[in-house]
T-cell receptor, first 115, second 113 residues
Framework: DQQVKQNSPSLSVQEGRISILNCDYTNSMFDYFLWYKKYPAEGPTFLISISSIKDKNEDGRFTVFLNKSAKHLSLHIVPSQPGDSAVYFCAATNFGSSNTGKLIFGQGTTLQVKP | EAQVTQNPRYLITVTGKKLTVTCSQNMNHEYMSWYRQDPGLGLRQIYYSMNVEVTDKGDVPEGYKVSRKEKRNFPLILESPSPNQTSLYFC????????????FGPGTRLTVL
């Protein structure tokens, strides 16, 4: 049973436009969410995170929005650049009650930003 | 340079031949973890370690062993590999109190014939 789902395997956008990557989760105990970016032949790298007590977190061109009632989060990249082309993984964890460091990942979305 | 290293990066082996994938980090991180990445399934945690001599199962531990005798090293052992363990493996580590923001190694692509 996939607790974290990224239903769009791929996304293609034009350089300079907004990229929106979506993620849904089913476990209401998740209280911390992260996005990782992965280039080919490299390991994932941490991008941005958000605690469940917030509904938005911004870091430069990257903004993560959390809608707890809908159990949905999204990553916005504005403006998109060709170097943003990568696989993006959404991840969730129950940080508050038992911080075992366990991350539950989504399947990933491949973003292609066209020049 | 702060990093997580894995060896080997690529490995082709045969069913039943024991193998070890090494993982080492130079950031003095207490927390280390192993994941496997499979198409359509994302990354799934195999084992994790909160500190030296402390290890625990993740979501898919069957067929794997780990040990944590030193803080910097966290090897993944496949005693009798099978074709369903063909996958891309990642080791990760993180700072105390920041277990969620994990630093990942470059990955080991394993093929079991």
């Amino acid at each position: 049973d996939q607790q974290v789902k990224q239903n769009s395997p791929s996304l293609s956008v034009q350089e300079g436009r907004i990229s929106i990557l979506n993620c849904d989760y089913t476990n209401s105990m998740f209280d911390y969410f992260l996005w990782y970016k992965k280039y080919p032949a490299e390991g994932p790298t941490f991008l941005i995170s958000i605690s469940s007590i917030k509904d938005k977190n911004e870091d430069g061109r990257f903004t993560v929005f959390l809608n707890k009632s809908a159990k949905h989060l999204s990553l916005h990249i504005v403006p998109s650049q060709p170097g943003d082309s990568a696989v993006y993984f959404c991840a969730a964890t129950n940080f508050g009650s038992s911080n075992t460091g366990k991350l539950i990942f989504g399947q990933g979305t491949t973003l292609q930003v066209k020049p | 340079e702060a990093q997580v290293t894995q060896n080997p990066r690529y490995l082709i082996t045969v069913t039943g031949k024991k193998l070890t994938v090494t993982c080492s980090q130079n950031m003095n991180h207490e927390y280390m973890s192993w994941y496997r990445q499979d198409p359509g399934l994302g990354l799934r945690q195999i084992y994790y370690s909160m500190n030296v001599e402390v290890t625990d199962k993740g979501d898919v531990p069957e067929g794997y062993k780990v040990s944590r005798k030193e803080k910097r090293n966290f090897p993944l052992i496949l005693e009798s590999p099978s074709p369903n363990q063909t996958s891309l493996y990642f080791c990760a580590s993180s700072r105390p109190g920041s277990y969620n923001e994990q630093f990942f190694g470059p990955g080991t692509r394993l093929t079991v014939l």
